[in-house]
């Protein structure tokens, strides 16, 4: 087993892990405890990496998929190693083992969850003994707790799942991947459809090309800025808040400061058209919606609000320089 596979590089040394995983080498003793009290034989691979070193991190992470799974497109990532052992949070006995992701958790009884996942416990790495019998050689698969438990086969046996284990490097794309993915990005800014209720919003807008044009580049800004498309709390952002506030009450829809977040959210949040953030931190915004409440820059008419007439004009000067 293992040939021509350096184990001890396999680990990588980690305080924490040192603290929730690592257990000291499991005696024979040991080992027919904790298959007793599982109901299955440890694989002979297992067993052997884990007398290198019992439990923890490793440098490769990550496992190849072909089919999507809750983590990627292409692969799982693991966490840790369970070790063998009761004493520490995360061996096969212990506070998060094995026995407490089945019981607690609901994760199937047909073998043994032997890796966590960055996800905190929605996925599982899992010996699977349903066709090889409580003492034959498992097969090692993925179980996504948040997808009714659907179980993806990764590799035959427990050896060749350690040997497919890649760093997370593998999966990063290529300088030209990024720069294909950052133009495809931009032009979807630039001339992709927007959401219905902001074409709606633009039809009652007094110029409606240039607001649209201010808004599309002042979203292609934000891109190039942060290498992804994300509304936060920085300056550019807050222009597009602004602006989309004035768009919306120019349409008559805003009848509190606070219903402007579940219109941002068929604006530009959740909208129907290709311009979509696909989400959104709501805290964000309160705090620019405080922000231009505490500072008067907001004010109610009719019962409905609408940006101030001087810091519309403000607002107006700065998108045209931009231009």
């Not at 009761?86 to 609901?106: A, H, V």
């Not at 996800?119 to 996504?144: F, K, N, Q, T």
Request: with cysteine.
């Amino acid at each position: 087993m293992f040939e021509n596979f350096d184990l001890e590089s396999f680990w990588s040394h980690n305080e924490y892990a040192s603290e929730k995983y690592v257990e000291p080498c499991p005696t024979d003793a040991d080992v027919a405890e904790i298959e007793l009290r599982l109901g299955f034989s440890l694989p002979a691979a297992y067993l052997m990496l884990m007398r290198v070193q019992n439990g923890g991190f490793t440098e490769s992470t990550c496992f190849p998929t072909d089919a999507a799974t809750s983590w990627a497109e292409d692969h799982v990532a693991i966490t840790g190693f369970l070790s063998i052992g009761r004493s520490k949070t995360y061996s096969l006995l212990g506070q998060s083992g094995s026995r407490f992701m089945q019981e607690e958790w609901g994760y199937p009884t047909f073998g043994i969850c032997i890796c966590n996942c960055p996800s905190a416990g929605h996925d599982m790495i899992m010996l699977d003994y349903r066709e090889c019998g409580p003492h034959g050689e498992p097969s090692v698969v993925h179980v996504d707790q948040e997808d009714d438990y659907r179980v993806t086969p990764l590799a035959p046996d427990f050896e060749t799942f350690v040997r497919g284990l890649v760093p997370p490097s593998y999966f990063e794309p290529s300088e030209e991947e990024l720069q294909a993915e950052l133009e495809r990005k931009l032009s979807i800014l630039k001339t992709g459809a927007l959401s219905s209720a902001i074409r709606e919003a633009l039809q009652e807008s007094e110029d409606p090309g240039w607001v649209e044009g201010a808004f599309r580049g002042l979203l292609q800004e934000i891109l190039l800025e942060k290498g992804y498309f994300a509304l936060h709390g920085d300056k550019r952002s807050h222009l597009v808040y602004d602006l989309l506030f004035d768009l919306a009450s120019q349409a008559g829809e805003i009848e509190s400061p606070e219903s402007f977040l579940r219109i941002y959210e068929s604006l530009l949040a959740f909208g129907d058209g290709e311009v979509t953030t696909q989400g959104y931190a709501p805290k964000f915004i309160t705090d620019w919606l405080s922000d231009r409440l505490d500072a008067g820059h907001m004010v109610e008419r009719n019962g409905r609000y609408r940006l101030s007439a001087s810091f519309r004009s403000e607002l107006v000067r700065k998108l045209r320089e931009r231009n």
